[in-house]
T-cell receptor, first 108, second 113 residues
């Protein structure tokens, strides 16, 4: 069983739609991270969360520690948001445990 | 903005050959990591490094792998005798504080024939 699970695996949306990507984890964590991976492979950190909610532009990340669940929301989605979105847990040591990723495609 | 760099971007090697993947972490960072991503699979942790020693390694990081910080700027991953299953994208990352946000390099795509 994966320690970090994401859903959905694939998501296609129309431009302007509100998008939600979910992440559940089974390990104790010190933080939960959301990252973006572009088609060329590069990985960019979006958020680091240990509680509550963070917002950056059109991206919002939330975490519920009791339920071991986090969500990434994208408001007013745009084709340039098309990428793989990955959640990763920091389990008390410094490594990241990665989820399998959600491949998002936003159509114009 | 400071960034993590990796060289080469692509490497093709024959099975059994040694490869060295190079990374230059962000200059004031103290924690360094290697991850790999086999095509179509999730990113997997290999090793973390702090204060000139390995702080954690995964089961993947066996005796064929080693890491080194040979000078004040480079961080290298060596695979002594490559296998077909070592073909993957290898990412280096660094952070200024352990457990904080890691900054990833662009990756080295390794193909073992």
């Amino acid at each position: 069983k994966n320690e970090v699970e994401q859903s959905p695996q694939n998501l296609t949306a129309q431009e302007g739609e509100f998008i939600t990507i979910n992440c559940s984890y089974s390990v104790g964590i010190s933080a939960l991270h959301w990252l973006q991976q572009h088609p060329g492979g590069g990985i960019v950190s979006l958020f680091m969360l240990s509680s509550g909610k963070k917002k950056h532009g059109r991206l919002i990340a939330t975490i519920n520690i009791q339920e071991k669940h986090s969500s990434l929301h994208i408001t007013a989605s745009h084709p340039r948001d098309s990428a793989v979105y990955i959640c990763a847990a920091t389990p008390g040591t410094y490594k990241y445990i990665f989820g399998t990723g959600t491949r998002l495609k936003v159509l114009a | 903005e400071p960034e993590v760099t990796q060289t080469p971007s692509h490497q093709v090697t024959q099975m059994g050959q040694e490869v060295i993947l190079r990374c230059v972490p962000i200059s004031n960072h103290l924690y360094f990591y290697w991850y790999r991503q086999i095509l179509g699979q999730k990113v997997e942790f290999l090793v973390s490094f702090y204060n000139n020693e390995i702080s954690e390694k995964s089961e993947i990081f066996d005796d064929q792998f080693s890491v080194e910080r040979p000078d004040g700027s480079n961080f290298t991953l060596k695979i002594r005798s490559t296998k077909l299953e070592d073909s993957a994208m290898y990412f280096c990352a660094s952070s200024d504080v352990g457990g904080e946000t890691q900054y990833f390099g662009p990756g080295t795509r390794l193909l073992v024939l």
